[in-house]
């Protein structure tokens, strides 16, 4: 079983930058497919990126597709996503996801965050 602490949200303008964090406990990262979601007010949470567990294949939401970034760092337990160009339609909260997959999918996660805010103002 592995736990999972987001980190990084915040407030931002429109066209800025964030770069989300996501820290593992419990077991090493190296054995899940790694994603990130995230859940505007009013809306159903939605796919945004993943990572296989290598992180040789990536596969993104076409919204974010050119703006966004996931990576990770096994050695370190961690994923990261990097969101530039940020608009407010990306007002969410933004989870991270590990599921016991090999390669980047977009459903059959069984362990999530408690998730980080991210605001960007107009």
């Known amino acids: 079983q592995v736990q999972l602490v987001e980190s990084g949200g915040g407030v931002v303008q429109a066209g800025g930058s964030l770069r989300l964090s996501c820290a593992a406990s419990?077991?090493?990262?190296?054995?899940?497919?790694m994603g990130w979601f995230r859940q505007a007010p009013g809306k159903e949470r939605e796919f945004v990126a993943a990572s296989s567990r290598s992180g040789s294949i990536t596969d993104y939401t076409s919204s974010v597709k050119g703006r966004f970034t996931i990576s990770r760092d096994n050695a370190k337990n961690s994923m990261y996503l990097q969101m530039n160009s940020l608009k407010p339609e990306d007002t969410a909260v933004y989870y991270c996801a590990a599921a016991p997959r090999s390669t980047a999918t977009r459903g059959g996660y069984d362990y999530w965050g408690q998730g980080t805010q991210v605001t960007v103002s107009s």
């Open positions: 419990g077991r090493t990262l190296s054995f899940y497919t």
